[in-house]
């Protein structure tokens, strides 16, 4: 996640996968050209099979993988907006600034060969499990997400002195 806007009354993270949507793409483009050259050798099978193969893997990537999250820390209305754009649509939650208790870390262990990575998660009420909400579907390595983690706890812990 990135940090936007970051002043006393508002913080504005998003996060917008474009490194994935590229990728995805020059995949997609890659596969498209292979079967357009089967089909030009004369190999009308294979490359409705490339097709097949292409769309049953892509669409299903573009459709799942590809989402824009953006959450919004209001003070000066009292509340959190997260807004999270997929190709399935749109979906706007908001709560209370008082039910966000910390900001937290999720780490996936990564085995001996790979580094566990992260995404950043909102304690809603409560300290339980259940009350642990990832803003990302995502896990990324590096240590930004833990500097946006401790962004946001310094943030609210603003709201005391400033309140």
């Known amino acids: ?17 474009i ?11 890659i ?17 409705h099979f490339v097709l097949f193969l292409t769309a049953a ?3 299903p ?9 953006q959450v919004t820390f209001d003070r000066s209305a009292g509340i959190v907006t997260w807004r999270t754009r997929r190709f399935s649509g749109e979906r706007v939650t908001t709560h209370a600034l008082g ?5 937290m870390l999720q780490t996936r262990k990564g085995n001996h060969d790979t580094a566990d990575s992260h995404r950043v998660a909102l ?16 896990y990324r390595s590096g240590p930004h ?16 002195t400033t309140a």
């Open 123 to 138: 304690v809603l009420g409560a300290e339980r499990l259940e009350n642990r909400h990832g803003l990302t579907r995502s």
């Open 1 to 17: 996640m990135k940090i936007l806007i970051d002043t006393p009354d508002r913080l504005v993270l998003e996060h917008r996968p």
């Open 145 to 160: 997400a833990e500097k946006v983690v401790q962004r946001i706890n310094a943030w609210l812990d603003s709201r005391s």
């Open 99 to 103: 039910e966000v208790t910390r900001a």
């Open 57 to 59: 893997l892509m669409g």
């Open 31 to 47: 596969l498209v050209f292979a079967a357009l050259s089967n089909y030009a050798d004369g190999y009308a099978a294979r490359g």
């Open 19 to 29: 490194l994935l949507g590229l990728a995805l793409t020059a995949l997609t483009l």
């Open 61 to 69: 990537a573009f459709w799942f993988a590809i989402e824009r999250v």
